[in-house]
């Protein structure tokens, strides 16, 4: 065997962070790993019990720990029923493309006159008139004049996503010579290119507002090109049979580049990690219409040999707490992963269970300690220039407790102020310290889904090495047949190499 066949990791351990979704300073929590190689059978394997990537690092949310708990969410694309704001992203876009929208062409034009008045120096303005018109100007002005009607092509009235889906590529239709546009959408492994990472650099200077400084071409490759998936197919890939591994799918309009999906197509899903676009074209709600695109190809490819266990599309992360997640839950069927028993469960009954609780498990939902929570919760409120009033309401409550049954003191109110004043200090205290305890106890607790190193069998070993104090040795991440004979094989061979210990332990992840 190759070692291209196996899996190479190297531990990073625990990472407290900022949250990127409530913006509190260390409400973040993670474990993480550095990938050298990793097979696309293994990875498949990890994000089923809640890991994602992120480049060549491989994560995993300890969502009790966390001030916003991450749940992985997956949709049956074979089942898939698009609603009806689905279904009119996808008509509104083909007619777009096919016969032009004039309200689209108004706000498409706008906005590139925007980013061009933006780009040009003030002392420049004047040449702004004679600039080159764009082809959203120009299809803009015929719609406006109305010289001349193109001829429609015929009307697609199928309800299949994969066939209504791509009636507007001009490449499936070159015999319609009178369309406004032409759409080009390419499947490709994933590179780096200069024409990608300008639209990098606009999508998160405009949309994340993020500075150029960055946006580097260094961050770039980091976060959305490099991988470490081991590839199915080298140089016999093809769009029809592109393999497993890292992909970009670009969207080209008029021969420009104005969107990349950077998707996983692993040997169950086809996994999303990154959608950006062109700012310009953000009436035409290709975040959206994008999804839809690749639950079309999650279809497509299961109908072929190789692929037959390909039947879902996996969307990331869901966050209860987040509005910008909204979206992911509107896929129908879609399921989240149960974070202790790693069971698919319905989003309804999910979002039924969870309520206005933080976190909590599925299928055995427990209660979380209150002090916990709190401890959370006052995490969570460290914010940059936030102040927590959490200390003030807690006094406040406090002091009304201390009033209660003390109208009889009121005429010694001046000498008694001191003692309340060192009674409500001293009860804050020990609320304080004991939420502290509470907190350091259930985190000194392995975080929920872990596999305690006691009950670990043959069974939970797979093919993943994990490089650690420049040893090798076998890593525990989910229930495979048992290799056995395998592990056998890899310890004598790391033995005679002096690069395993004589006593392998196992790192579980």
């Known amino acids: 065997m190759l070692l291209s066949d196996y899996s190479l990791v190297s531990p990073n351990g625990t990472n407290v962070s900022k949250c990127g979704y409530c913006k509190s300073l260390a409400g973040s929590r993670t474990y993480g790993m550095i990938a050298n190689l990793m097979t696309c059978k293994d990875y498949q394997a990890l994000i089923n019990r809640g890991w994602r990537r992120s480049g060549r690092y491989i994560y995993k949310p300890n969502l009790r720990d966390s001030c916003c708990p991450q749940y992985t969410i997956r949709m049956e694309a074979g089942k898939y029923e698009a609603s009806k704001h689905q279904r009119q992203i996808v008509n509104r876009f083909n007619k777009f493309i096919q016969e032009g929208d004039e309200n689209f062409d108004k706000d498409i034009a706008s906005r590139r006159l925007e980013e061009s008045s933006m780009a040009v120096e003030p002392q420049d303005a004047s040449t702004a008139e004679t600039l080159p018109s764009t082809g959203a100007e120009t299809s803009m002005e015929i ?124 040997p169950e899903c086809i996994s999303a990690v990154y959608f950006m676009y062109d700012p310009v074209y953000s009436v035409l709600s290709l975040g959206k219409y994008s999804a839809q695109r690749e639950i079309a190809l999650a279809q497509t490819l299961n109908a072929k040999p190789g692929y037959e266990n390909l039947k879902y599309y996996y969307m990331g992360f869901h966050i209860f707490s987040c509005p910008k997640m909204t979206y992911k839950s509107q896929f129908h069927p879609s399921y989240l992963l149960d974070p202790e028993t790693y069971n698919w469960i319905e989003f309804k009954k999910c979002q039924e269970i969870i309520q206005e609780k933080r976190f909590t498990c599925f299928e055995n939902p427990v209660p979380m300690d209150p002090l916990f929570e709190a401890k959370i919760q006052s995490i969570a409120n460290k914010k940059q220039g936030y102040i927590d009033t959490s200390d003030c309401d807690s006094e406040m409550e406090t002091e009304e407790e201390d009033n209660d049954g003390q109208g009889q003191d009121m005429g010694d109110s001046n000498e008694a102020s001191p003692v309340r004043e060192r009674k409500k200090a001293s009860r804050e205290k020990a609320k304080r310290s004991e939420i502290d305890r509470v907190f350091r106890e259930t985190t000194a607790l392995p975080p929920v889904g872990c596999l305690d190193p006691k009950d670990v069998t043959e069974s939970d070993l797979i093919s993943v090495l994990s490089m650690s104090q420049q040893k090798l040795r076998p890593v525990v991440v989910s229930d495979h047949p048992p290799l056995q004979v395998w592990l056998g094989v890899l310890h004598r061979h790391l033995l005679l190499q002096k690069q395993c210990d004589p006593n392998i332990a196992l790192d579980v992840f």
């Not at 070159?174 to 492994?189: G, Y």
């Open 143 to 266: 719609v406006e004049g109305k010289k001349q009607k193109p001829k429609k092509p015929p009307k697609n009235v199928t309800t299949d996503l994969k066939t209504r889906i791509r009636s507007s590529e001009y490449l499936h239709s070159p015999e319609i010579t009178s369309w406004k546009h032409r759409l080009r959408i390419k499947l490709e492994p994933s590179s780096f290119t200069d024409e990608k990472h300008a639209l990098y650099v606009k999508y998160q200077m405009a949309v994340h507002k993020e500075p150029r400084s960055r946006c580097s071409a260094y961050g770039f490759t980091n976060f959305l090109v490099d991988t470490a998936l081991t590839a199915t197919k080298k140089d016999d890939w093809t769009e029809e049979d592109p393999g497993f591994g890292s992909f970009h799918q670009c969207y080209y309009l008029d021969e420009q580049l104005i969107a990349v999906s950077v998707i996983d197509i692993l």
